[in-house]
């Protein structure tokens, strides 16, 4: 668990790092002692490329310990997202973002001086100087520029890398390889080895901060489709439209048919806005029932008493801000499921209990539906039934007596109880006998 002050000092220290990079080198004094706090260097990169990073870290630890040195460490801080907007068609799409310090550039520990990093002669007059994690850059500026000199057995020879080394007092040496030892007390190649595989981190890191900050900025770095997250209600807007434009297709239909599932065809077409390939958007009515269909999944069938696995899951995903693309069909079947209970309610009006419990009643009802079913006493019928005023009623009869669906009959029952089925009510009956309508 990270203390909100450590947090704190991580998010400084990165966003000195952001400033320092675009120019303003008056704060690296106070960059070199924000990353000196944390022991070490700031980076915000995707949570989907933290697997090959680890494993690459746990690699370099490996050397590390074969020297006795500091093994490597990356320290996760905090996570959160980054939200792309589409220019043209406004579509969104998020990737998880997580803050990390990378630690443990320490290879001359116990030593008076100390490794500081590489500088790379590039043959022109100017010098890429790397450093390790954790390593202020203040003060090393004129480096830069320096000639390929060992400044401490003055030989001049081709190279194109020197190494760089602090003493106690803050003294800072440009030094070759072969001098290197006398220096940080052990075999020069294992400590180059090792600092060179910190320094690759340092590399790996920096090249998925900069893929993140591309992806904000214009979409592209990144494909949705592997690491990204989507609004869900969003999501459903395309599915709307699938449903408008082509009807309802599940994935096994599409699988039999040879064709593509209205989720997929959805989720496509979103990542074709994404990019500004796809220009053909849902409209308004399409955004309406989404978010109508999103807010019934998360209230209205989140109520009711019993739900099934997938049903469960779909309540879930339903009250997440942000959904994987791999999740987003799972989402998409709440659409129809939400329309087949909207046509439901629609037909069934205004329902009213009937009669007290235990009352017996003789009433005038049409069969809506009739489902057959065997149970503990046998064969039973379950009649869902309204009468002239709309109002339903339902029989659980396991009589010889049957009822057709669509046609009325004088029903003569017990009221057994009233219940309140997902808004509707509804009386129960028992105990019936079938009647004909008089003529």
């Known amino acids: 668990m990270v203390s909100e002050e450590r947090k704190a000092k991580t998010f400084k220290a990165w966003e000195l790092r952001q400033l320092v990079a675009q120019g303003d080198q008056s704060l690296q004094g106070e960059l070199d002692k924000a990353e000196k706090a944390i022991d070490g260097r700031a980076f915000r990169i995707p949570v989907a490329e933290m697997p090959e990073l680890n494993k690459r870290i746990e690699r370099a630890a490996k050397g590390a310990m074969r020297i006795g040195v500091m093994p490597p460490m990356l320290q996760e801080v905090e996570r959160g997202f980054e939200t792309n907007i589409s220019s043209s068609t406004g579509m969104r799409s998020s990737v998880e973002i997580a803050l990390v310090i990378l630690t443990g550039g320490d290879v001359s520990p116990g030593h008076e001086w100390k490794y500081l990093g590489i500088v790379h002669h590039t043959g022109t007059d100017k010098n890429y100087v790397s450093l390790l994690p954790g390593v202020g850059a203040g003060g090393l500026e004129n480096f830069d520029t320096t000639e390929p000199i060992c400044q401490h057995c003055h030989t001049r020879r081709r190279r194109v890398k020197t190494f760089l080394v602090k003493s106690p007092r803050g ?180 329902s009213k209990w009937i009669g007290d419990l235990k009352e017996r009643i003789n009433i005038r009802v049409r069969v809506i539906k009739v489902i057959v079913r065997d149970s503990y006493f046998g064969l039973q019928h379950i009649y869902y039934m309204e009468d002239q005023d709309g109002n339903q009623l339902v029989w659980y009869s396991t009589a010889s007596q049957t009822m057709e669906q669509g046609e009325e009959y004088m029903l003569r029952g017990t009221v057994k109880k009233h219940e309140d089925s997902r808004g509707v009510k509804r009386t129960v009956l028992t105990n019936c006998r079938i009647g004909e309508i008089p003529a």
């Open 171 to 350: 003294d800072v040496r440009q030094v070759g390889y072969s001098c290197l030892e006398d220096y940080i007390g052990f075999a020069p190649e294992a400590a180059a080895r090792h600092a060179e595989k910190l320094l690759d981190l340092v590399g790996l890191l920096s090249e998925s901060e900069a893929k993140v900050k591309s992806w904000a900025k214009s979409g592209s770095g990144y494909d949705p489709s592997a690491t990204g997250f989507f609004d869900p209600e969003q999501y459903l807007s395309w599915v709307a439209k699938e449903i408008r434009e082509s009807g309802w297709t599940s994935r096994s239909e599409a699988w039999d048919k040879g064709g593509v599932s209205t989720a997929d065809q959805a989720r496509t077409h979103l990542l074709g806005a994404l990019s500004g390939s796809y220009t053909d958007l849902p409209n308004k009515d399409d955004q309406r029932v989404a978010g109508d269909a999103l807010f019934w999944i998360q209230t209205g069938l989140a109520g009711w008493k019993r739900l099934s696995d997938y049903q469960q899951v779909l309540v879930a995903l339903s009250k997440e801000k942000l959904i994987a693309y791999k999740d987003l069909p799972k989402l998409a079947a709440g659409y129809p499921l939400w329309q087949r209970e909207m046509e439901r309610l629609s037909t069934m009006g205004d």
